[in-house]
């Protein structure tokens, strides 16, 4: 079985702070694993992915994540946040030929000015 | 119309109405899901269905009755509900049955049970 531990569940930051957003899972199987974002009043949209290759995936918002086996995590972080990256940010496994994806509880980034 | 569309937005209603969610992707997968989301708790897989085909019912309760009539449409019949579904309830699509996991989520419809 797959499972997904977001380790913050609230992460305040003023603008123009970096941030790491950490995420860890455990599974027995080769996974796919990925961001989402939920911003206010809307569903969930991808960030970014790892399917394989190099471990450190990017977005075109300027997050990146990277993916360690040895630590089974997949932490999210951005160099310089905006305000307008207040959002909720969802990691997720996937099995690599199934259906499920298991999403963790999310952790809300909140930037302040 | 693009991506995936969900109606109604937000619904009410009692515990001893029917009504029904409404899911169409317009993005030619054929996949889709239903997620139920509630405040503080993971995201909980309902329901997927491939080709049409139920794969996955994750244990949940009779109440919430799933239709998948082709590929773009998705229906969660809801009856006799409880105050605990009040929850948002996500449709989600994706292509090639989940070769890379990549999940195309609706807005949600959001449940309030009274």
């Known amino acids: 079985a797959q499972s997904v531990t977001q380790l913050d569940s609230q992460v305040p930051v003023f603008e123009e702070a970096p941030v790491e957003l950490r995420c860890n899972y455990s599974?027995?199987?080769?996974?796919?694993l990925f961001w989402y974002v939920q911003y206010p009043n809307q569903g969930l949209q991808l960030l970014l992915k790892?399917?394989?290759?190099?471990?450190l995936v990017e977005s075109i918002n300027g997050f990146e994540a990277e993916f360690n086996k040895s630590q089974t995590s997949f932490h999210l972080r951005k160099p310089s946040v905006h305000i307008s990256d207040t959002a909720e940010y969802f990691c997720a496994v996937s099995d690599t030929g199934g259906f499920k994806t298991i999403f963790g509880a999310g952790t809300r980034l909140f930037v302040k000015a | 119309e693009t991506g995936v569309t969900q109606t109604p937005r937000h619904l009410v209603m009692g515990m001893t109405n029917k009504k029904s969610l409404k899911c169409e992707q317009h993005l030619g997968h054929n996949a889709m899901y239903w997620y139920k989301q509630s405040a503080k708790k993971p995201l909980e897989l309902m329901f997927v269905?491939?080709?049409?085909?139920?794969?996955e019912n994750n244990s949940v309760p009779s109440r919430f009755s799933p239709e998948c009539p082709n590929s773009s449409h998705l229906f969660l019949h809801l009856h006799t509900l409880q105050p605990e579904d009040s929850a948002l309830y996500l449709c989600a699509s994706s292509q090639n049955q989940g070769v890379t996991g990549e999940l195309f989520f609706g807005e949600g419809s959001r449940l309030t049970v009274l």
């Open positions: 599974s027995s199987v080769s996974v796919y």
């Open positions: 269905y491939s080709l049409e085909e139920r794969v």
């Open positions: 790892y399917l394989s290759g190099s471990t």
